[in-house]
């Protein structure tokens, strides 16, 4: 099973959405995380009504920071994907267990629209945005591509809308 962390600024939207996308794709072959710099106090009712409409998995979910996963009984990971600009710093400047591909796939920050805009709009198009490239991300050739050739390819990914 390959460890994917997910992490942006709050980790109470869009790596939350992230998590639970992997989770259901992934079917057993990707075990996804989240975290955040500064997490949330709690999980929005939004985003868990918004992933459980879906059908998606929402057991477990909560934000947490990324110091978690720093931890040496953290699970050694393949990928750790920044969704914010902050997060992409802090992905890029730390020593993960595993040796992971770290990748920056940029998105809007849904938690600023879900203030703004409401849950719907935010919430639909983050997770349109992400669905698209877990998918992709997904459907790689994990085990078999070159870790060159895979960092390619989730670079490629982030100017997938």
Excluded at 41 to 54: D, I, K, N, S, T
Excluded at 69 to 75: E, G
């Amino acid at each position: 099973m390959l460890n994917v962390l997910f992490l942006c600024t709050r980790n109470s939207t869009q790596s939350i959405i992230a998590e639970s996308v992997l989770r259901s794709v992934g079917k057993g072959r990707f075990n996804a995380c989240s975290a955040g710099l500064e997490p949330a106090p709690r999980m929005p009712a939004e985003v868990l009504e918004f992933l459980q409409g879906r059908q998606l998995p929402v057991d477990g979910l909560r934000p947490k920071s990324w110091r978690e996963f720093l931890a040496p009984q953290a699970p050694k990971f393949g990928f750790v994907i920044a969704l914010t600009e902050p997060a992409a710093a802090i992905a890029s400047s730390h020593r993960w267990q595993g040796d992971p591909v770290v990748a920056h796939w940029s998105a809007d920050d849904a938690e600023a629209e879900l203030a703004d805009e409401g849950a719907g709009p935010a919430l639909r198009d983050t997770f349109w945005v992400l669905s698209r490239r877990i998918k992709i991300f997904a459907s790689l050739p994990h085990g078999k591509a070159t870790r060159r050739a895979l960092e390619n390819k989730l670079y490629a990914l982030e100017s997938w809308q």
